[in-house]
Nanobody
Framework: QVTLVESGGGPVQAGEPLRLRCAVA?????????IGWFRQAPGKEMEGVAG??????YLADSVKGRFAVSRDNARNTVYLDISSLRPEDTAMYFC??????????????????WGPGTRVTVSS
């Protein structure tokens, strides 16, 4: 059984920082799986924004300079840190896991495992 659970979302003011968490349960955390972060803004397509596998990380061009992805192996948790939120960051944020890197970062569709998502609403 694999479970991904996101937390940390909510209403925030533009310019504030935010940390999203993805708690990973099951036998994939230390196996050959990557963890990714996707988001879907209202009326827009799903977008892969970050990924991490071992020491390898990925950030989409649209979020570079403001987003960071990291992991805490002792807590089986992956973080998405946003340094300065913008109204356009308003979206549902999902944590995903897959054995294939390209799926974790949204280069190809279909990550195998998804969390239920956490909503981030940024007001200006």
């Amino acid at each position: 059984q694999v479970t991904l659970v996101e937390s940390g979302g909510g209403p925030v003011q533009a310019g504030e920082p935010l940390r999203l968490r993805c708690a990973v349960a099951g036998d994939i955390y230390n196996s050959d799986h990557c963890i990714g972060w996707f988001r879907q803004a209202p009326g827009k397509e799903m977008e892969g924004v970050a990924g991490i596998e071992g020491t390898k990380t990925y950030l989409a061009d649209s979020v570079k300079g403001r987003f960071a992805v990291s992991r805490d192996n002792a807590r089986n948790t992956v973080y998405l840190d946003i340094s300065s939120l913008r109204p356009e960051d308003t979206a549902m944020y999902f944590c995903v896991a897959d054995p294939r890197w390209a799926r974790c970062v949204g280069a190809v569709p279909g990550p195998r495992y998804w969390g239920p998502g956490t909503r981030v609403t940024v007001s200006s």
